[in-house]
């Protein structure tokens, strides 16, 4: 998993609630196992005119000039809520996104989205709106997020933030899941030497 330290990139609000994943990605791109390839679909509905998503819409912030490149969504409260998919996460760091600010998150995506490398940062929602403002004023700002400091800077100003421990740690490193289970591979492998084989016959 990459490490996120400090990060620094154009930010893109999306100024609604309950943008809920099947939103972030729709139901019927489901099919593939792998975490690649989600993000040419997100926001499928809300980013294309037709099915076929030939047709681009020219009203959705994400298709603007001025916002191409982001990597920084802003957007308001229960953000990720609805069904537990963990292709929501993959769908928008394969689509280019770093980081996720909004007041609040569904709480099975906020865990999913840490555990694939996207960090979530909680701000209070009168900084939201006044982050969201300026960057509608302001469109293809860039937003600076340290996971050091615990600040995300944008103009002049700066907000604090705070995550559980556990999670930033994970991020700062680059540690997923697969990874933590190999800091302990030294007692796997002696607790699988001292265990007791069990030869279980099949009739």
Same mark, same amino acid.
């Given at each position: 998993? $990459?490490?996120?330290?400090?990060?620094?990139?154009?930010?893109?609000? %999306?100024?609604?609630?309950?943008? *809920?994943? *099947?939103?972030?990605?729709?139901?019927?791109? %489901?099919?593939?196992?792998?975490?690649?390839?989600?993000?040419?679909?997100?926001?499928? *509905?809300?980013?294309? &005119?037709?099915?076929? $998503?030939?047709?681009?819409?020219?009203?959705?912030? &994400?298709?603007?000039? $001025?916002?191409?490149?982001?990597?920084?969504?802003?957007?308001?409260?229960?953000? !990720?809520?609805?069904?537990?998919?963990?292709?929501?996460?993959?769908?928008?760091?394969?689509?280019?996104?770093?980081?996720?600010?909004?007041?609040?998150?569904?709480?099975?995506?906020?865990?999913?989205?840490?555990?694939?490398? %996207?960090?979530?940062?909680?701000?209070? !929602?009168?900084?939201?709106?006044?982050?969201?403002?300026?960057?509608?004023?302001?469109?293809?700002?860039?937003?600076?997020?340290?996971?050091?400091?615990?600040?995300?800077?944008? !103009?002049?100003?700066?907000?604090?933030?705070?995550?559980e421990p556990f999670y930033r740690?994970? %991020? &700062?490193?680059?540690? *997923?899941?697969?990874?933590?289970?190999?800091?302990? !591979?030294?007692?796997?492998?002696?607790?699988?030497?001292?265990?007791?084989?069990?030869?279980?016959?099949?009739?």
């Amino acid at each position: 998993m $990459e490490k996120f330290t400090v990060h620094t990139g154009v930010a893109v609000p %999306l100024n609604s609630a309950n943008i *809920d994943t *099947d939103q972030i990605i729709p139901k019927q791109f %489901l099919l593939a196992t792998t975490r690649k390839g989600f993000g040419k679909h997100a926001f499928h *509905d809300w980013r294309y &005119l037709d099915d076929a $998503e030939t047709q681009l819409n020219p009203d959705f912030n &994400l298709n603007k000039k $001025e916002y191409q490149g982001a990597s920084v969504l802003v957007a308001q409260d229960n953000f !990720g809520n609805g069904s537990s998919r963990e292709h929501a996460p993959w769908a928008l760091t394969d689509f280019g996104f770093r980081a996720v600010i909004a007041p609040s998150f569904a709480n099975i995506f906020n865990k999913n989205a840490l555990g694939n490398g %996207l960090l979530t940062v909680k701000l209070k !929602g009168e900084e939201v709106n006044e982050l969201i403002t300026y960057l509608e004023q302001n469109a293809g700002a860039s937003v600076t997020i340290s996971l050091e400091e615990m600040y995300v800077q944008c !103009g002049d100003k700066r907000y604090s933030f705070d995550l559980e421990p556990f999670y930033r740690n994970c %991020l &700062l490193n680059g540690l *997923d899941n697969i990874d933590l289970t190999l800091e302990h !591979g030294d007692a796997i492998s002696a607790y699988e030497k001292s265990s007791t084989t069990w030869n279980v016959g099949i009739n």
